[in-house]
């Protein structure tokens, strides 16, 4: 299945079929899609490290694509495993 077709059925299960597509979520938000607390997010901004941001006036924004993006880069296949220590990391390889 082409990555385009993957993108769109995560998007209609996070969104449902048929409702408005947003491209930008608060740092709440992201938190609950990517599974970290949100002070993690902020220590990340911080920091310097972690998903890209956008910073409009006070508000933080973290961009769909970027979301992810970092998902996928952080995929494990345990079928592509290779011995010698290899966590299977598919962006690795």
Do not use: C
């Not at 299960?13 to 740092?27: C, E, K, M, Q, V």
Request: charged share 25%.
């Amino acid at each position: 299945m082409p990555d385009d077709q993957k993108t769109q059925e995560l998007l209609n299960i996070i969104f449902g079929p048929g409702t408005s597509r947003r491209l930008l979520f608060s740092p709440k938000e992201t938190s609950e899609l990517i599974g970290r607390a949100e002070q993690s997010l902020a220590n990340d901004r911080f920091e310097g490290r972690g998903l890209p941001y956008v910073k409009w006036n006070r508000s933080v924004k973290y961009h769909l694509v970027d979301i992810l993006t970092h998902i996928k880069a952080h995929r494990i296949d345990p079928s592509r495993r290779e011995s010698g220590g290899h966590n299977g990391n598919v962006a690795a390889q």
